[in-house]
């Protein structure tokens, strides 16, 4: 399962729905995936915090935990298409999020999401929340 950028945050927040989640994954043995968007996002707001060294230690602590998905060709070609398909609908997607739906269309990955709207509507894309 692919974690979206909103769950590595409420962990990193410890928001309860977020770690109850985590704890139900971990007794489901559910591998729990990060992608390189969700590292991209985050170091965006590292970069804009007013506390650097402690939300770089946070986010360390999680991300040191979780297996890495790159952004390969594969994915950018369906990251690509689900940004155009849903621009073609009228329908707004952040382009991180269209990588992250294509890291996990393209191998078959569900996404771990607060965030449902973000993804709804992609083809071939299971979510899951807390």
């Known amino acids: 399962m692919i974690a979206d950028t909103c769950f590595i945050v409420d962990i990193m927040r410890n ?14 043995n559910t ?3 990060v992608t390189a968007p969700t590292v991209f996002e985050l170091n965006i707001g590292l970069s804009l915090s007013s506390k650097p060294l402690e939300e770089k230690e946070k986010i360390h602590e999680v991300l040191d935990s979780l297996p890495f998905l790159p952004l390969d060709y594969i994915a950018s070609i369906e990251a690509g ?37 973000h993804f709804i509507g992609i083809e071939k894309i299971a979510i899951d929340s807390y």
């Open 81 to 117: 298409r689900i940004y155009g398909d849903k621009r073609k609908q009228g329908e707004i997607i952040d382009s991180q999020d269209a990588m992250i739906a294509g890291i996990a269309r393209s191998i078959g990955e569900k996404i771990l999401t607060r965030n449902i709207k």
């Open 31 to 33: 591998p729990l995936l």
């Open 15 to 28: 928001n309860p729905e977020a770690i109850a989640k985590a704890q139900e994954i971990e007794k489901n």
